[in-house]
């Protein structure tokens, strides 16, 4: 069945270091993947998201990696700041450009130490 | 809006009762979806509703859940008989069309304690 989980459930960096948060997905039909931070109180908020046409793509401080022969996807902070310290969660759905549910992970939580 | 909006922020009931949560999605947003999350959980899926389609209401736990969308605006998520496994964040998304289409813009949650 469809699943999405992550290999370390906590990530303590140090300020300025870069960060690297993995996830592991078992639905090989899936086709999107956006990865969000979720600060306490606060609902998810998107950073960044790949389609499986592609491999890599970048945003401000932010890459996500896609590997879909071992169907795995990282997320990359450069530089992680304080600010960065939430739980992340990478979440698929096997939709083609149709809106349909997000599968979530349990999620990662990044402590950024000053 | 300028984003998803979710009332009430906190919602405190006794168990049995029952409750009413209300999402109003990013305006022009035709997809608009519940989700659940359980104290340090991930986000679990409830329903989807897209356009004047038929819901996926596939999420739901229950027969308790029920939920409601006028036309391309709000929507409104119904528990009956409030259980204390209930007890959750319960968070709205939307999304639009165009370029990003798929990506789902998440409201501030509103917490529901069954108490």
């Known amino acids: 069945g469809e699943s999405v989980g992550l290999h370390l459930p906590t990530l303590s960096v140090q300020e300025g270091d870069n960060s690297i948060i993995n996830c592991a997905y078992s639905?090989?039909?899936?086709?999107?993947f956006i990865w969000y931070k979720q600060e306490s109180g606060k609902g998810p908020q998107f950073i960044i998201d790949?389609?499986?046409?592609?491999d890599k793509r970048q945003g401000q401080r932010v890459t996500v990696l896609l590997n879909k022969t071992v169907k795995h996807l990282s997320l990359q902070i450069a530089a992680t700041q304080p600010g960065d310290s939430a739980v992340y969660f990478c979440?698929?759905?096997?939709?083609?450009?149709?809106?349909?549910?997000?599968?979530f992970g349990k999620g990662t939580k990044l402590t950024v130490n000053p | 809006g300028a984003g998803v909006s979710q009332s009430p922020s906190n919602k405190v009931t006794e168990k049995g009762k029952d409750v009413e949560l209300r999402c109003d999605p990013i305006?022009?947003?035709?997809?608009l979806y519940w989700y659940r999350q359980r104290l340090g959980q991930g986000l679990e899926f409830l329903i989807y509703?897209?356009?004047?389609?038929?819901?996926?209401k596939s999420g739901l736990p229950s027969d308790r859940f029920s939920a409601e969308r006028t036309g391309e605006s709000v929507s409104t998520l119904t528990i009956q008989r409030t259980q204390q496994e209930d007890s959750a964040v319960y968070l709205c998304?939307?999304?639009?069309?165009?370029?990003?289409?798929?990506?789902?813009?998440f409201g501030p949650g509103t917490r529901l304690t069954v108490l």
């Open positions: 998304a939307s999304s639009g069309v165009g370029g990003d289409a798929d990506t789902q813009y």
């Open positions: 639905n090989s039909a899936s086709d999107y």
């Open positions: 790949i389609r499986s046409n592609m």
């Open positions: 979440a698929e759905t096997p939709s083609q450009g149709g809106s349909e549910k997000l599968v």
């Open positions: 305006s022009g947003h035709t997809a």
């Open positions: 509703f897209q356009g004047n389609s038929a819901p996926d």
